[in-house]
């Protein structure tokens, strides 16, 4: 079982920058990836940034050159640092984690989402 702790969000102006972090614990796993998705009021939720156990990284094209992901592999730490939001990046965002477990059983797991909302 994965626990996630997200933590950073909240209110921002444009052009703004704001950090979220998302804590994986547990026992009897291992990490495949840890990202972040991010779903608007009436949409969808969509993919906004990922990173992989070998640091791979993929950003939605709305994001690329604004956000960044990292990982601290040795704390299962995944950080999204948002740089020069808009109005439009306004959402709940959420950390999510593809594992596997000892068995061998592959599993995602959701944080609890924080809300971003970027605004004047």
């Known amino acids: 079982q994965v626990q996630l702790v997200e933590s950073g969000g909240g209110l921002v102006q444009p052009g703004g920058s704001l950090r979220l972090s998302c804590a994986a614990s547990?026992?009897?796993?291992?990490?495949?990836?840890m990202g972040w998705y991010r779903q608007a009021p009436g949409k969808r939720r969509d993919l906004v940034a990922v990173i992989t156990s070998g640091r791979s990284t993929r950003y939605a094209d709305s994001v690329k050159g604004r956000f960044t992901i990292s990982k601290d592999n040795g704390n299962n730490l995944v950080h999204l640092q948002m740089n020069s939001l808009k109005p439009e990046d306004t959402a709940v965002y959420y950390c999510?984690?593809?594992?596997?477990?000892?068995?061998?059983?592959?599993?995602?797991?959701w944080g609890q989402g924080t809300q971003v909302t970027v605004s004047s």
């Open positions: 547990g026992s009897g796993f291992s990490i495949n990836a």
């Open positions: 999510n984690v593809d594992s596997t477990s000892i068995g061998g059983g592959r599993k995602t797991y």
